[in-house]
């Protein structure tokens, strides 16, 4: 009897897979659509309106014609350049950079470890936080970096944040110092998973160590890298609160990144809603395309 | 057993996230064990219908200081006054915020005085037209006050805010510098008159020029001067106008809007030039410095004049923050090269919002008439508000309240603003993106700038229907 009551109690609590997939599922993908679907269809809409947050007045359907505006102004043009000049030093930089340091640290030493957990410090910051810090170092007047680069011999006193040819390097400088360290990161995995025979065998082949990174290494460690650089160049692109601390975008215009200048647009009085939107439609649209050509060269690598 | 359990989890998960939360402590209670033992005569008999007003404002201290004047209206009505207070950063943001909710938050706000046309035209602000013209009140204040921070259009006599914290760039300077003999004798044999606080530009920049000596420090300055360069907002702006108001610039034809031929006129080019010149005898770092690097810069004794907006100046005077308080002077802004003196207005006005009840709404009003009262502003005055009241701002005792305060009330009369239209947001991202280049890193011809500045601001009015 006892047996029949708990079966009965079982059978009351049991639970299909499928009931229990859609328990978990379905307050996550609400969650989504709410927080991330709903507000991206929601901007796709508004940036074809004239719409202004603060404005007091229903959103009017205006067509491409905030599109047509963004497109054929020069300014908005040469801030996607300062965005690109920008992707591309600093991930080329923190690539390069990124390699070496894995490279040296890849043989197991004493202290290895602790060096390692230092070296990857940097991107555990605040972006916000590492722009403020370093406006301070760049500071002419006390700021450490001018006294850094002076051990090299070249004595400065440059202002490099109002520097209009400058500016845009000193961003550059701070977020390889930043993001180096998860070029790093993502590379020493791949090399570790690199298979020791391999090595073995082009010793025995008297393989130059020339040979063995040309030949070994970097195949093997490529598709890491490429991921790397995916991730590096998305977040470039979209970068926004390092240069927004460090120099706000200035001298002048010189530093605004392309989300800065949506930012501008959306906020700083302006408040034009719809054109910000569809500047951000843009900037979606090129990292999705920029992403894509990545991918693709990614599968093609792994495919050979 | 196991799924039974996970849901368990799952939903002591989703209670716990939708759980109310914890009843606040009311705040109906403070305000009844807060009543006065001794109730002024104007305390109502009964409980008022609205218990509470908000003021939203900036973080700083004269937000204290109206707090302070809050506590007394609650003392006297019942009526508690919170004032929040929001870091500049993210005050305009958080407004904009509210105004696109229609939130009924806050009661009032006391904003910039560029707001008051977004305010108007855009249904934020509650038309007080009627309200200070009936009372007075518009008469309490003086015209410079009332025209900036609460009329809109200019020139209309409507009005949208109670002009509340009055401001102006001022200036603040090392009077052990400008009183040491030996500086005072080197000065006169450089520039052939005394070293003193400027009455112009032109010695303004001297004065610069000479205490300029980073390799060789005078009591540790080591830098002239420190003006505005700030270019994310106003901040630079808000000093370069100082210079252009002077030069008999301005930044657009009050009568017509237009801006070509105003903006980039000989006066203006002649302006700009001076302020960039003037920024060559800043300290080094301060590319993009606004109120607080001005205040850091002379505080850590880098310079031996600042300029910065009164409202800041208190904590140069306070010994605790500053090391040099004791010799520490402050100025008013000087005049341009044809006598005319003009300084560039800060300061906000009280505005009632209009997404509250009817009822919040008149219990703002009657805080505002009763704020307004002569005794009130003379409190306000005594706290460290800079009161826009004509004649409590013309007393000996406003006068001599504080080091500043004579300073302060000679720039009242000579103040000028920018643009208050609801695209000064879009009128201030060509500035900022065309001058301040030239002004930290000489790039660029002035004419040249502000030619294309004239052209994008025209531009701007065009597509905005302003101008034709």
Same mark, same amino acid.
């Not at chain 1, 993001?179 to 025979?197: E, H, K, N, Q, R």
């Not at chain 2, 007003?53 to 508690?80: M, R, S, V």
């Not at chain 2, 006068?399 to 879009?426: C, H, Q």
């Given at each position: 009897m006892e047996n029949v009551i708990s079966s009965r109690k079982s059978r009351r609590w049991h639970l299909g897979d499928r009931a229990l997939v859609n328990i978990f599922i379905w307050p996550t993908l609400s969650l989504l659509i709410l927080m991330n679907i709903f507000p991206l269809f929601y901007s796709i809409y508004l940036s074809f309106t004239n719409y202004s947050v603060i404005g007091n007045k229903l959103p009017v359907w205006v067509g491409l014609q905030n599109y047509q505006q963004l497109l054929n102004n020069e300014q908005v043009w040469s801030y996607f350049a300062i965005t690109g000049r920008y992707a591309l030093a600093s991930v080329a930089l923190q690539t390069v950079l990124g390699f070496g340091l894995a490279m040296l640290i890849r043989e197991k030493f004493k202290g290895s &470890?602790?060096?390692?957990?230092?070296?990857?410090?940097?991107?555990?910051?605040?972006?916000?936080?590492?722009?403020?810090?370093?406006?301070?170092?760049?500071?002419p007047g006390y700021g450490i970096f001018n006294y850094l680069i002076s051990w090299l011999g070249v004595p400065l006193t440059t202002d490099w944040l109002a520097k209009t040819d400058l500016?845009?390097?000193?961003?550059?400088?701070?977020?390889?110092?930043?993001?180096?360290?998860?070029?790093?990161?993502?590379?020493?995995?791949?090399?570790?998973?690199?298979?020791?025979?391999?090595?073995?065998?082009?010793?025995?082949?008297?393989?130059?160590?020339?040979?063995?990174?040309?030949?070994?290494?970097?195949?093997?460690?490529?598709?890491?890298?490429l991921i790397a650089v995916l991730f590096r160049s998305i977040e470039?692109?979209?970068?926004?609160?390092?240069?927004? &601390?460090?120099?706000?975008?200035?001298? &002048?215009?010189?530093?605004?990144?392309?989300?800065?200048?949506?930012?501008?647009?959306?906020?700083?009085?302006?408040?034009?809603t719809g054109q910000a939107s569809a500047l951000a439609v843009i900037v979606l649209v090129v990292i999705i395309a920029v992403s894509n050509l990545y991918i693709t060269a990614l599968n093609k690598g792994k495919e050979a | 057993m196991k799924k039974v359990f996970y849901i368990m989890i799952l939903l002591a998960m989703v209670f716990t996230a939708c759980a109310p939360e914890p009843a606040a402590p009311t705040e109906a209670a403070p305000v009844e064990t807060a009543a006065p033992e001794e109730p002024a005569s104007t305390a109502a008999p009964v409980e008022p219908a609205i218990q509470e007003?908000?003021?939203?404002?900036?973080?700083?201290?004269?937000?204290?200081?109206?707090?302070?004047? =809050?506590?007394?209206?609650?003392?006297?009505? =019942?009526?508690?006054v919170n004032v929040v207070q929001e870091p500049w950063g993210s005050f305009y943001d958080l407004m904009a915020s509210q105004w696109a909710a229609k939130s009924d938050t806050y009661d009032m706000v006391v904003g910039d005085s560029q707001w008051t046309g977004q305010g108007a035209t855009q249904g934020h602000y509650v038309d007080l037209t009627e309200f200070m013209t009936s009372n007075g009140i518009d008469k309490s204040v003086t015209p410079g006050t009332l025209k900036y921070y609460g009329e809109y259009p200019v020139g209309s006599g409507t009005y949208w805010a109670y002009p509340t914290e009055g401001d102006a760039v001022g200036w603040a300077y090392r009077k052990d510098l400008f009183e040491d003999p030996k500086e005072m004798d080197d000065f006169k044999a450089k520039y052939g008159y005394d070293l003193k606080p400027p009455d112009t530009w032109a010695q303004l920049r001297d004065i610069a020029e000479f205490f300029t000596r980073p390799d060789n420090p005078v009591n540790g300055v080591k830098y002239g001067v420190g003006v505005y360069t700030q270019k994310d907002y106003d901040g630079m702006i808000m000093g370069y106008e100082n210079v252009m108001f002077s030069w008999g610039a301005d930044w657009f034809?009050?009568?017509?809007?237009?801006?070509?031929?105003?903006?980039?006129?000989?006066?203006?080019?002649?302006?700009?030039? %001076?302020?960039?010149?003037?920024?060559?005898?800043?300290?080094?770092?301060?590319?993009?410095?606004?109120?607080?690097?001005?205040?850091?810069?002379?505080?850590? =004794?880098?310079?031996?004049?600042?300029?910065?907006?009164?409202?800041f100046l208190p904590a140069l005077g306070n010994p605790g923050v500053n090391p040099n308080a004791d010799k520490t002077g402050y100025f008013s802004g000087p005049a341009g090269p044809n006598g005319d003196r003009y300084v560039a207005l800060g300061g906000q006005g009280l505005s009632v919002l209009s997404y509250t009840s009817a009822e919040r709404q008149q219990a703002s009003m009657d805080f505002i008439k009763w704020f307004a009262q002569e005794e009130i502003q003379k409190e306000w005055a005594k706290v460290g508000g800079y009161t826009c009241n004509s004649n409590v701002l013309a007393s000996e005792? %406003?006068?001599?309240?504080?080091?500043?305060?004579?300073? %302060?009330?000679?720039?009242?009369?000579?103040?000028?603003?920018?643009?208050?239209?609801?695209? %000064?947001?879009?009128?201030l991202e060509p500035v900022n993106r065309i001058l301040h280049p030239y002004i930290v890193d000489g790039q660029g011809d002035p004419k040249e700038l502000l030619d294309q500045l004239a052209a994008e601001q025209h531009q701007i009015l065009v597509d905005n229907e302003i101008l034709k």
């Open positions: &470890g602790f060096i390692t957990t230092l070296i990857l410090i940097p991107m555990m910051l605040s972006p916000v936080v590492v722009g403020l810090f370093f406006k301070l170092m760049f500071n500016a845009l390097w000193a961003i550059v400088i701070v977020d390889v110092w930043m993001w180096t360290p998860f070029v790093m990161l993502l590379v020493l995995s791949g090399l570790s998973a690199i298979p020791d025979y391999l090595y073995e065998a082009a010793v025995i082949d008297r393989a130059s160590s020339w040979f063995q990174f040309w030949r070994i290494t970097l195949p093997q460690v490529a598709p890491l890298v470039a692109f979209k970068s926004f609160d390092l240069a927004m &601390g460090l120099t706000g975008g200035g001298p &002048g215009a010189t530093t605004r990144l392309i989300s800065i200048d949506i930012y501008t647009r959306a906020f700083l009085g302006q408040f034009k | 007003l908000t003021i939203l404002w900036a973080e700083w201290d004269p937000a204290n200081y109206l707090q302070e004047i =809050g506590n007394l209206y609650e003392q006297e009505t =019942g009526i508690k034809d009050p009568t017509t809007f237009e801006v070509e031929g105003v903006v980039n006129s000989q006066e203006a080019v002649d302006a700009l030039t %001076f302020y960039r010149g003037l920024y060559q005898f800043a300290p080094p770092g301060t590319s993009n410095a606004f109120f607080a690097e001005m205040n850091d810069a002379f505080i850590s =004794g880098q310079v031996a004049m600042v300029m910065n907006y009164f409202a005792e %406003f006068l001599n309240n504080t080091p500043y305060n004579r300073a %302060f009330s000679e720039s009242m009369n000579v103040v000028k603003d920018f643009w208050n239209i609801p695209v %000064f947001g879009e009128m």
